[in-house]
């Protein structure tokens, strides 16, 4: 069974080199482990070495955008259920639209308020943690079951 105090991967996507440094003291206070990419084809990359459990995207970014990113990672068998916050300037109805259709978990405007940053990320690794308990236990179930059935036939 999977280790359950591991501490959760986050990666953090911005071009920006003072939103990144901003986020990752942010972060300080979550234990964590972080990676950082500066654009949307670094991002995939990063995602697919380190395989976080949350990724904090920035939507505009050079070489993919974050639309883009979020699209290829829902697409993609082995990252299609990774958490997806993206975290934007834009703030139009239509960008929050967009990121919808691409498949984001959660949004956050900047510029980004650390309380509710760091409350989005519990929220969000809290649901992650409780799906995979969830999973355990129908996949205990299951073999609970066939076993029952087993012994039933004997």
């Known amino acids: 069974m999977e280790d359950q105090k591991a501490r959760p ?7 920006n080199a003072q939103n990144v440094e901003l986020l990752e003291a942010y972060l300080g206070d979550v234990d964590c482990d972080i990676r950082t990419a500066r654009d949307g ?3 995939l990359q990063v995602v697919e070495e380190f395989k976080p459990d949350l990724l904090l995207l920035d939507v505009m970014m ?3 955008s974050g639309f883009e990113v979020c699209r290829k990672l829902r697409s993609n068998p082995e ?4 958490l997806v916050l993206m975290v934007t300037a834009l ?8 990121g919808v259709q691409a498949g984001t978990d ?3 405007t900047k510029p980004v308020n650390k309380v509710e ?23 205990y179930l299951a073999e609970f079951e066939t076993a029952s059935r087993a012994t039933e036939g004997s």
Request: aromatic fraction near 4%.
């Open 117 to 139: 940053l760091l409350c989005r990320i519990r929220s969000l690794l809290r649901v992650r943690h409780l799906e995979n308990q969830l999973e355990r236990t129908l996949a």
């Open 9 to 15: 991967k986050i990666v953090i996507a911005d071009d």
């Open 91 to 98: 703030n139009e109805a239509a960008d929050f639209e967009r």
């Open 106 to 108: 959660d949004f956050l």
């Open 62 to 64: 050079p070489r993919l």
């Open 41 to 43: 084809e670094e991002t």
């Open 79 to 82: 990252t299609k259920d990774l």
